[in-house]
């Protein structure tokens, strides 16, 4: 067999010049990540510290703002009695009970609408409808279906979950660049293989900032739902320390919100990077 | 081991129009766009023309080569032999069976290179092994391929880091791996520097002489189809889609040559030479200052 190698030559040098090349980005870099973890943390830093200046000279009343330091012993006395505990570990699993769900629906019936012309034409203008409905007025009828129980806070969240979820899937789909789904099917992927072959894998990156999306929209929903109806639950002490004038426990399940689901979105940042680092 | 033997093409009577895009202007425009007015008064839709009246038969084992204008259908005949398109009138086979969808035992080296970005270099020429490849010989036959292509040391490159001549070459490799009955390729070589350009010419014909399969390839370059094929069969632009009344049509098909000799051919053959000037003249093309008013293809 005969080789092309001084090409090959120049094609392994130009890789090895790439890979040298690579190299002194990459720590440059790692800098910079450091960096911005940093520069993501002064913000935070700057707002505790003005919280705790407007606090301290009285410049904000204590019964519409306390100090810092209070909201900071409002966590150790419900981390004392576990209730803290508690309310976020019933939230964070409502948040991703509601989210697995609700997404998977999105995921496969956004597939079916995004593929299928008759899917499209049947159930794109219901859904359309049904995503235009404001989240809190599917909350009474939820209740009234399902009783105050898991399941209707569940289904809430799922109902939130899933449209994101659906929309982009669908619209990606849609959008599968038309050569490389010929190219799959000349070389003999039809069904399922097409699907798990190409358009998949094509709409991958979609799928995840879907996700992301989905999960933002799942925490609103969870508050949503606990507003309301409940007797557990970051936004049940939201509702209860408001009813209460516990402004502390108040600001505390809001501090809760963010990191929660700052945390959730941060692990789902890992699975994009993952995701977009194999794309490419 | 896939048996895929050189495949006989019989091409009859083919014909492709598509439809004009509905007009964004006005009543008149639309008029204008609709060609023949129906006995029942209404109009029938304005359609464009690609191909018409294809008649070609293509032995097995035969290169054939086509060569024409920028946008007269050579690609859509490709699509048309790969199943990606169907006809408007008229039949096309491959061995004793009709096209009717994408075929196993034809693979196409498109235009475009059309890699998938998430795949490597040699997962892309994977994708063009037949079914039932056995797992052990994949990973050879890859990196065979990958060899002729002269693309070994960029097997785990991704699309988007290699050139537009080594995806194209990616894309041939992946034609070839399939070993089809008939290889369908349209300007396989036509992002590639000279030098690299005859080399793959050369690998094309060694593959070919190794393991005969009928080949249809689409070029611009009236050398390489000179050099390459056994025959060349010159298309036209039959309709330039404004009006096209279906019975002033001329058959796309303008020549047919059959190029003299064996190959491999002489580069510097005299014989050739004439004939790349007749076919150019042919496209239109004055290769000589003090033009011999050679009268160019019939145009409509
Ligand atoms: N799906 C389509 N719908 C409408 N018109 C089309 C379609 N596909 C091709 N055409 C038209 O058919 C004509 C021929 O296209 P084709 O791609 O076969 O040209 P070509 O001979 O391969 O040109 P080139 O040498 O530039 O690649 C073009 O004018 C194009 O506009
Ligand atoms: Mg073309």
Redesign the interface.
């Known amino acids: 067999m005969t080789t092309v190698s001084d090409q090959q030559t120049a094609a392994s040098t130009r890789s090895q010049r790439a890979a040298t090349t690579a190299s002194t980005p990459r720590r440059s870099l790692l800098d910079r990540r450091g960096a911005a973890v940093v520069g993501g943390l002064l913000l935070p830093a700057l707002l505790l510290l003005g919280w705790q200046l407007v606090t301290t000279t009285g410049l904000v009343l204590a019964y519409k703002l306390p100090t810092p330091a209070s909201v900071w012993a409002a966590a150790v006395d419900l981390a004392s009695n576990g209730d803290l505990y508690l309310y976020t570990a019933i939230s964070t699993q409502r948040v991703l009970l509601g989210f697995a769900i609700g997404s998977a629906l999105g995921l496969v019936v956004g597939a079916v609408v995004g593929l299928s012309r008759l899917g499209d034409v049947l159930l794109s203008t219901t859904l359309g409808a049904i995503r235009a409905v404001p989240s809190l007025a599917w909350v009474p009828l939820l209740i009234l279906w399902l009783k105050i129980g898991e399941e209707s806070k569940i289904t809430l969240i799922a109902i939130g979950a899933f449209f994101p979820v659906y929309t982009t899937v669908s619209a990606a789909l849609r959008h599968v660049d038309p050569h490389l789904v010929e190219a799959g099917r000349v070389y003999g992927l039809r069904g399922v293989s097409l699907l798990t072959g190409v358009q998949l894998p094509a709409v991958l990156p979609s799928v995840v900032s879907g996700l992301r999306l989905a999960l933002a929209q799942s925490w609103l929903f969870l508050v949503a739902a606990e507003l309301i109806a409940s007797s557990m639950g970051l936004g049940f002490l939201l509702v209860d320390s408001g009813n209460n004038g516990r402004v502390d426990r108040m600001i505390l399940a809001i501090v809760m919100l963010a990191l929660m689901g700052k945390l959730t979105d941060a692990l789902i940042g890992l699975l994009e990077r993952r995701v977009l680092r194999r794309w490419t | 081991m896939s048996a895929a033997t050189a495949l006989p093409v019989t091409i009859t009577g083919v014909r492709r129009a598509f439809p004009v895009p509905a007009s964004r202007g006005g009543r008149a425009d639309r008029a204008s766009r609709s060609v023949r007015r129906g006995t029942t008064g209404g109009t029938v839709p304005a359609e464009r023309i690609v191909l018409d009246q294809v008649d070609l038969t293509v032995e097995p084992g035969e290169i054939v080569a086509v060569i024409g204008p920028s946008g007269c259908g050579k690609s859509t005949l490709l699509r048309l032999l ?1 199943g ?1 398109d169907t006809p408007s009138a008229g039949t096309l086979r491959i061995g004793d069976q009709i096209v009717t969808g ?1 075929d ?1 035992r ?3 080296g ?1 235009q ?1 290179p ?1 890699l ?3 795949r490597t270099v040699a997962q892309n020429v994977a ?2 092994l ?2 039932g490849t056995p797992r052990s010989e994949r990973a050879t036959r890859v990196a ?1 391929l990958l ?8 097997a785990d ?2 699309p ?2 290699i050139s537009g001549g ?1 995806a194209q070459r990616v894309s041939l490799a ?1 034609a070839l791996a ?1 070993r089809p009955g008939v290889l369908l390729l349209d300007e396989p070589f036509g992002a590639l520097d000279a030098l ?1 350009r005859l ?1 793959m010419q050369e ?1 094309l014909l ?1 593959v070919h002489a190794a393991r005969p399969t009928t080949v249809l390839l689409v070029t611009h370059d009236v050398e390489e189809a000179l050099y390459l094929a056994d025959r060349v069969v010159a298309l036209r632009t039959v309709s330039d889609g404004e009006h096209s009344p279906v019975s002033d049509v001329a058959p796309s098909v303008v020549r047919v040559l059959d190029v003299p000799g064996a190959r491999p051919r002489d580069r510097a053959d005299a014989r050739l030479a004439e004939l790349r000037v007749e076919l150019l003249e042919g496209l239109g093309v004055v290769t000589h200052h003090v033009s011999g008013a050679s009268e160019p293809y019939p145009a409509i």
């Open positions: 790969g990606l994408t196993t034809t693979a196409i498109f475009e059309r998938l970005p998430w994708l063009g037949p079914r065979e060899e002729l292509v002269g693309l070994t040391a960029s490159l991704r988007r880091q080594m992946r399939r690299t080399r690998e060694r």
